[in-house]
């Protein structure tokens, strides 16, 4: 079964930058769209965005689109999302997920693998 294991994080001040990283065990995350998903206090757990390996494509939601991006890197098994620009709104727990996914990056219900969390927090 594929096991994730995320790294990163932090707190930084606003329009700073940080990197998380996601690595697998288990299996090939080159065979799984990567989702990440970001929890904010009292909110609910939310899709930011994913690399679908079937469609190949990177799908990057509204509210990180030219902050966020989302690289792998398959000789370490292991996918990146770096962070520029943050904003105090980007404080949160980050997941990553592993699913298989004809296209788009769906649901959270279909990510069968999930990294423990990495915290992250932007503030003056």
């Known amino acids: 079964q594929l096991q994730l294991v995320q790294s990163g994080g932090g707190s930084v001040l606003p329009g700073g930058s940080l990197r998380l990283s996601c690595s697998a065990s288990?299996?090939?995350?080159?065979?799984?769209?990567v989702g990440w998903f970001r929890q904010a206090p009292g909110k609910e757990r939310a899709g930011i965005l994913c690399?679908?390996?079937?469609?190949?494509?990177?799908y990057i939601g509204k509210s990180v689109k030219g902050r966020f991006t989302v690289t792998r890197d398959n000789a370490k098994n292991t996918v990146y999302l770096q962070m520029n620009s943050l904003k105090l709104e980007d404080t949160a727990d980050y997941y990553c997920?592993?699913?298989?996914?004809?296209?788009?990056?769906?649901?959270?219900?279909?990510?069968?693998?999930w990294g423990q969390g990495s915290q992250v927090a932007v503030s003056e």
């Open positions: 690399t679908n390996n079937n469609d190949g494509q990177t």
């Open positions: 288990g299996g090939n995350l080159g065979d799984y769209t």
């Open positions: 997920a592993a699913g298989t996914l004809l296209y788009g990056c769906g649901s959270a219900h279909e990510y069968a693998s």
